[in-house]
């Protein structure tokens, strides 16, 4: 029974994602967030009480994040396959660099970065200790050098807040693999979530032609590539239709 932990899963692709895993009663899922107290989760964990956990993650606390491991742990004989960090925010869509906040700026880079390092550092040894042995860091286009730059003044920060949490994966990638762990970046595709509306204008005016999708499609884009995963190709930055991207 393969085991998924979801970071930021009480909504958009973080739920979806969790939805569309549980649709395999072969797979054992534990959805994290801050509050997971939501209805739509506790419909779910109602429904499949056998295959859904839910666990109380705050991303951002040490001490959260330590007693999420110490809950999941007894779930968890066999490790964790797959570790999902999903996690997001974007509070700065469309505002210059000239006029970012910084504090801002800084939280959300700590939030796209240092957050999910806390968070997978702390779940490693129960990666290692599973049969796929794979950590999932959820990422975005704009975090590619050359599809960013054709995207003048949209997404701003949290292009660059997304391009460090690539470093991130490809780096850590050189030294997991030893241990047989798997990291990638994944871009979902442009989501219909409160996360991605900020382009909408943008996009509908100069790029008409890129798919826009439910968060169901995305978090099935997340799923099909996270199992079709590979050590040979650790640290690579994935695109929706399973090809690679330029960083």
Known sequence: MPSWLITGANRGIGFSTVENLLKDEENFVIATARSV???ELQALAEKHPKNLKLVELDITSQESVDKAVEAVTPLLP???DYLVNNAGKNP???TSFEELNLDEFADEITFSTVAPLRVSRAFLPLVKKSEFKRIIFISS???SSHITFLMA???NAYSVAKASLNMLAHKWAATLKYDGVTTAAIHPGWSQTS???GINDWMAKYAPQVPHFPPEAA???????SKALTLEKTGAFWHFDGTNLPW
Do not use: H, R
């Open 92 to 94: 700065q869509p469309t």
């Open 195 to 197: 996360l991605g509306e």
């Open 153 to 155: 003044g949209q997404f």
């Open 78 to 80: 066999s490790g964790l």
């Open 37 to 39: 107290s939501g209805p």
């Open 141 to 143: 286009v704009l975090a």
């Open 219 to 225: 978090a099935d884009n997340v799923i099909k590539i």
